[in-house]
């Protein structure tokens, strides 16, 4: 089940401790992610990259930064700026390009929990 | 404001029941919608978008612009269509908006 993956599954991380999640997809997909999904809340986007050295920030950013190194890979950081941290995390990917838009794919998630 | 409003957090049906999953939308500009679902331990997937105007597992959705509405429908709903089902929108360089989710069970 390859496509795109994040690790690890569970994370727990002290407070004011930063930690980083990684996601990597092998679908050749130029743009990539990040979600924060909370009970009652849906999906909330956190930050995207369209381009390899460029990203932008989403809805909720603050707290948060990435990178985009590789095509491949688009790792997520959770500083300790972040007030709220505990969730669960979802990586998505898709083409760019083409008529209409893109089905975005996701990655199985994050759980990362704040002791 | 770009919005997507799903007005039940919940919707509890009997299996051979039409389901009705609501989704409403705000949007200045020709919106594209999707339906996303969560099936238990899997991915969140997409079940389908409206302009391929096509039935995915017995479902539809039609998009009402003067209602801004984009509706999941089923005649019959099945006990494998529990899950969660998330209307989304898009925006510009292909980011979605994500609705809270409405939770479909669908009781034997």
């Known amino acids: 089940d390859g496509g795109i993956t994040q690790s690890p599954k569970y994370l727990f991380r002290k407070e004011g401790q930063n930690v980083t999640l990684s996601c990597e997809q092998n679908?050749?997909?130029?743009?990539m992610y990040w979600y924060r999904q909370d009970p009652g809340q849906g999906l909330r986007l956190i930050y995207y990259?369209?381009?390899?050295?460029?990203?932008q920030k989403g809805d909720i950013a603050e707290g948060y930064s990435v990178s985009r190194e590789k095509k491949e890979s688009f790792p997520l950081t959770v500083t300790s700026a972040q007030k709220n941290p505990t969730a669960f995390y979802l990586c998505?990917?898709?083409?760019?390009?083409?008529?209409?838009?893109?089905?975005?794919?996701f990655g199985p998630g994050t759980r990362l929990t704040v002791l | 404001a770009q919005r997507v409003t799903q007005p039940e957090k919940l919707l509890s049906v009997f299996k051979g029941a039409p389901v009705e999953l609501k989704c409403n939308y705000s949007y200045s500009g020709s919106p594209e919608l999707f339906w996303y679902v969560q099936y238990s331990r899997q991915r969140l997937q997409l079940l389908l978008r409206?302009?391929s105007r096509e039935s995915i597992k017995g479902f539809t959705a039609d998009l009402n612009k003067g209602e801004t509405s984009f509706h999941l429908k089923k005649p019959f709903a099945q006990e494998e269509d529990s899950a969660m089902y998330y209307c989304a929108l898009s925006r510009s360089q292909g980011n979605l908006i994500f609705g809270k989710g409405t939770k479909l069970s669908v009781k034997p």
């Open positions: 998505a990917s898709t083409h760019t390009g083409g008529q209409g838009l893109n089905e975005q794919f």
């Open positions: 409206h302009i």
């Open positions: 679908l050749n997909h130029d743009a």
């Open positions: 990259s369209q381009i390899v050295n460029d990203f």
